[in-house]
C-alpha cells in the first residue's frame, strides 16, 4: 500500500480530458513538499512529466499541467493522444520515510 | 549532454551476491543526488535509497534498510547497488536516476537493470 494514493486506471477517447489524482497526507504534500509526475510508456524506463507541482521539462507538451492542492495533487492530460496511454506515477517526499511514490495509474485511450 | 547507463542483465542464484552499477555522463558527479528505484514485474515504482556522491550521504526507505547497500566512486563518475545474499523475491527491474535534491525530481533515467534470482 502506497504512501500515494493514485487511482488504478482512468481511461478516456481521443480528444477528450482526463485527470489522475493523487492523494497524501499531512507528512509529505499536506507539509507542502512538492510533488512531481513520470510517465512509463510500456517497455521504458520513466520520464519526468511535471516536476515542482506544476512545472513542464522542455520538450514536454503543454497538454499536460499539474496542480496541488492541501493534502492532494493533479495530473491533468487535455487533448488525449493514442500515445499517452502509459503509466504515470506521482512522486513527493515524506517526512517519515523519504522519497515516496505513488502506486500508479495506468491510462487507456479508449 | 547527460548520459546515464546502468550495468547489463543478470542472473543470480538464491544466496549469491550482487553489485550492479549506474554510469553518468554530461554533467558534474558530485553535484546531484543518485536514487535507486526497483520495480517488480507487473508493478509499480518503489524508492529504495538515494546518495550524494560528493560526501557519500547516503539515505535508505525502511524497505530497504539492511537489505541494500548504495555506494558511489567519484572517481569513475559510477553509482552502485549491491546485495550480500539474493533472494527469489529480489527478482526485479532496477533504475537509477539522478535526482536535483535528496526528494526528488528524478530528471534523468537509466535504462534499468534487469535482475533474475532463480534457483
Known amino acids: 500500500q502506497s504512501v500515494l494514493t493514485q487511482p488504478p486506471s482512468v481511461s478516456g477517447a481521443p480528444g477528450q480530458r482526463v485527470t489522475i489524482s493523487c492523494t497524501g497526507s499531512?507528512?509529505?504534500?499536506?507539509?507542502?513538499?512538492?510533488v512531481h509526475w513520470y510517465q512509463q510508456l510500456p517497455g521504458t524506463a520513466p520520464k519526468v512529466l511535471i516536476y515542482?507541482?506544476?512545472n513542464r521539462p522542455s520538450g514536454v507538451p503543454d497538454r499536460f499541467s499539474g496542480s496541488k492542492s492541501g493534502t492532494s495533487a493533479s495530473l491533468a492530460i487535455t487533448g488525449l493522444q493514442a500515445e499517452d496511454e502509459a503509466d504515470y506515477y506521482c512522486?513527493?517526499?515524506?517526512?517519515?520515510?523519504?522519497?515516496?511514490f505513488g502506486g500508479g495509474t495506468k491510462l487507456t485511450v479508449l | 549532454e547527460v548520459q546515464v547507463v546502468q550495468s547489463g542483465a543478470e542472473v543470480k542464484k538464491p544466496g549469491e551476491s550482487l553489485k550492479i552499477s549506474c554510469k553518468v555522463s554530461?554533467?558534474?558527479?558530485?553535484?546531484?543526488?543518485i536514487g535507486w528505484v526497483r520495480q517488480m514485474p507487473g508493478k509499480g515504482l518503489e524508492w529504495m535509497g538515494i546518495?550524494?556522491?560528493?560526501?557519500?550521504?547516503?539515505r535508505y526507505s525502511p524497505s530497504f534498510q539492511g537489505q541494500v547497500t548504495i555506494s558511489a566512486d567519484k572517481s569513475i563518475s559510477t553509482a552502485y547497488l549491491q546485495w550480500s545474499s539474493l533472494k527469489a523475491s529480489d527478482t526485479a527491474m532496477y533504475y537509477c536516476?539522478?535526482?536535483?535534491?535528496?526528494?526528488?525530481?528524478?530528471?534523468?533515467w537509466g535504462q534499468g537493470t534487469l535482475v533474475t534470482v532463480s534457483s
Open positions: 512522486q513527493s517526499y515524506d517526512s517519515r520515510l523519504s522519497v515516496v
Open positions: 536516476a539522478r535526482a536535483r535534491g535528496a526528494g526528488g525530481p528524478f530528471d534523468y
Open positions: 499531512s507528512s509529505n504534500i499536506g507539509t507542502g513538499y512538492d
Open positions: 554530461g554533467y558534474r558527479f558530485i553535484s546531484y543526488w
Open positions: 546518495i550524494y556522491p560528493d560526501d557519500s550521504d547516503t
Open positions: 515542482g507541482n506544476s
